[in-house]
């Protein structure tokens, strides 16, 4: 199995000390597990410049998309992401919001609906459970089966030792995760989760070609046969979720005639 772990910090402090916990637990629990890193301070990612190039025209489109695409690829390779970011006033940091910025298109378009993850985050005092909180929302909405939050309280600017209550809950996390990984079980979707992909599902409807405002978003749906499910059919959905789901398809479908996003 393989494991990516992206450190969305400019350097390596509380959050990356506690990362390695978790990666030499992971370790203990299975020894062939592999390992890539991404460190977004590394990679000379420009700023997002809200172009909305791939929302219209597809992710290919994005200015930086010679730097965005290696990310996609290696999320894609992995059976486990491990998103690392410390806590900047209840918040993550500029560089791993930006990265999240440039994926956000997949919120109108999920995609990794066979992924886990887990989310680490540590904070001088308070605000980690919010920043796990919105990570975590952000890959469920981009397609993600499961997420795990680690949110630590370290009471240390990057002098951080951790205590042996955290580092069981480094360990219990990793066996969690690890279970998760090792399964293989894709778990039936939140009620938001499956609200969400059938607004945008239904939405897609009024942005394909021919229409004024034709956007990817419209074909991507069609492409990947996405349209005619109520979630990704590798996804157990119960009758009540379909049924659910179908609604609010229904919804997004007659919003979308009267609601029209505009591009220029």
Known sequence: MKCL???GS??????????????EDLLALDA???FDEIHLKDIDLPYCLGCSLCFRQGHTRCPHNNVVQGIIDKIDECDGLIFA?????MHI???????????SFMLHRPRYFDKKALIISTTGAVGAKDATKYVCGTLIGLGFNRCFQLPISAISYNDYQPSEKHIRKCADMAKKFYNALKSEKLHSPSFSAVMTYNLFRGISRH?????????????????TGLVKTAYSPQ?????YKMFYGNLFYWIGKNISKRLVVTYK
């Open 235 to 239: 996804v157990p959905l119960p009758f």
């Open 10 to 23: 400019c350097h390596k402090g509380n959050t990356w000390r506690l990362t390695e916990l978790v990666k």
């Open 5 to 7: 772990i992206i450190n």
């Open 93 to 103: 940091p500029a560089v791993a919001k930006n990265l999240i910025d440039h994926l």
């Open 32 to 34: 062939t597990l592999e």
């Open 207 to 223: 942005y394909t070609p021919g229409y004024q405002y034709a956007t990817y978003d419209g074909t991507y749906w069609d492409e």
């Open 85 to 89: 970011a410390p806590t900047f006033n």
